[in-house]
């Protein structure tokens, strides 16, 4: 990423701090007629500021969307393989060809016994009926209409029941072709041909869908909240692009899919995942990427030289500003993203403002200095 050019009044107050420096280094010793010994030279700047397009990098792993263990529904001699280990495949292509003369054969019986349950489950309908008349008639008993009625119900049941005996074989025979459930690219076969197989023999091959793919990446709480400004702001504000492992970068742009449920507590990072379209496999599941989310339009920002911002023991960043009588004065400020010249302030300090930009670290609390603009 090239960095930002910085604007005029940043670049005015860097030249000025590497002549202070040089002047810096090159004073003569003080005589005892110069200043007071407790009393040194500090370079005094405004805060400019720089148009900034913040970019964040994050570690990544390529994810398959769609990934299935093809296995046997039913058992039997694997008679045919129809791909090739490797193969693109698409949603529906015949994978294997199982044995199928058993499952034929109990189809076909299952058929003959819906059949006679239809023809039984008729019979009975015609007798109810028969027994129904007669009953209104009073020619037949109240027996004989109970019989009629549950030998009905009766072989209405059977024909129910061989209806479900049929679709239980038409689909185990159905199952004698196995076909790819899943658009992907399938992997080792693990039954050639001649190979018994069953429900318990496991996967027969994998296939993996690879276009398109999701990268996952973890940026942490803070940075998701304050930085992204939640999941709104990184689908909205932020581009994400991947380097793969050569340090290229991938042509695709990602688009974010989802973020995950829950922060994980181990880490207390936010789990997100993005979208490539990968329609020449660069992207392969289970690889490392770099991840780089960078903001869409520059954003404005308080700027400093780098040497005049300094992070306490537990990683705040503050100034020093010149206070009264010169004594300096300690100003808290949230830091945003730096480069190798600035660094940018999102908080704590507004632009214009004087703050020391070099000597900061002869600076003691309480002892006065003498500052000098630069």
Same mark, same amino acid.
């Given at each position: 990423?090239?960095?930002?050019?910085?604007?005029?009044?940043?670049?005015?107050?860097?030249?000025?701090v590497a002549a202070v420096s040089a002047a810096t280094a090159a004073e003569p010793a003080p005589q005892a007629a110069g200043p007071k010994p407790s009393m040194f030279l500090v370079g005094v700047g405004k805060a400019g500021h720089v148009d900034h397009n913040p970019v964040r990098t994050f570690s990544g792993r390529v994810l398959s969307p769609e990934t299935v263990a093809v296995v046997a529904q039913v058992a039997g001699e694997v008679k045919e393989v129809c791909f090739e280990e490797g193969a693109l495949l698409k949603k529906g292509d015949v994978l294997y060809?199982?044995?199928? /003369?058993?499952?034929?054969?109990?189809?076909?019986?299952?058929?003959?016994?819906?059949?006679q349950a239809e023809a039984s489950?008729?019979?009975?309908?015609?007798?109810?009926?028969?027994?129904?008349?007669? !009953?209104?008639?009073?020619?037949?008993?109240?027996?004989?209409?109970?019989?009629?009625?549950s030998g009905k119900a009766a072989a209405e049941a059977a024909l129910d029941a061989a209806k479900a005996a049929l679709v239980s074989a038409e689909d185990n025979l159905?199952?004698?072709?196995? /076909?790819?459930? &899943?658009?992907?690219? &399938?992997?080792?076969?693990?039954?050639? &041909?001649?190979?018994?197989?069953s429900t318990a023999s496991g996967p027969l091959c994998t296939i993996v869908r690879q276009d398109p793919v999701r990268v996952a990446f973890a940026p942490g709480?803070?940075?998701?909240?304050? !930085?992204?400004?939640?999941?709104?702001?990184?689908?909205?504000? !932020?581009?994400?692009?991947?380097?793969?492992?050569?340090?290229?970068?991938?042509?695709?742009?990602?688009?974010?899919?989802? /973020?995950?449920?829950?922060?994980?507590?181990?880490?207390?990072t936010m789990p997100v995942y993005a979208r490539f379209p990968n329609p020449d496999g660069l992207l392969v599941p289970g690889a490392t990427v770099k991840v780089e989310v960078k903001a869409k339009e520059a954003k404005r920002y308080v700027?400093?030289?780098?040497?005049?911002?300094?992070?306490?023991?537990?990683?705040?960043?503050?100034?020093?500003?010149?206070?009264?009588?010169?004594?300096?004065?300690?100003?808290?400020v949230e830091t945003g993203p730096a480069t190798a010249t600035y660094q940018t302030i999102l908080s704590g300090l507004e632009e214009g403002e004087e703050v020391i930009v070099r000597g900061t670290q002869k600076i003691m609390s309480g002892v006065p200095v003498e500052p000098v603009a630069l």
């Open positions: 990423m090239k960095t930002p050019s910085v604007l005029r009044s940043s670049s005015f107050l860097l030249a000025a060809r199982i044995d199928p /003369v058993k499952y034929e054969a109990a189809a076909a019986s299952a058929r003959a016994q819906v059949a489950a008729d019979y009975a309908r015609k007798t109810f009926d028969r027994a129904t008349a007669l !009953f209104e008639k009073k020619v037949a008993s109240a027996d004989d209409l109970d019989s009629a009625t159905a199952h004698c072709t196995v /076909v790819a459930p &899943v658009d992907g690219k &399938v992997g080792l076969n693990a039954a050639t &041909v001649g190979n018994y197989v709480s803070r940075d998701y909240l304050s !930085f992204f400004g939640g999941e709104k702001g990184l689908r909205e504000l !932020f581009d994400v692009r991947v380097r793969l492992a050569d340090g290229s970068v991938y042509d695709g742009e990602g688009e974010v899919e989802f /973020v995950g449920n829950a922060v994980n507590a181990a880490t207390d700027s400093l030289p780098l040497t005049a911002v300094i992070h306490d023991g537990e990683g705040k960043g503050y100034v020093w500003m010149v206070g009264e009588h010169n004594i300096p004065v300690r100003r808290d």
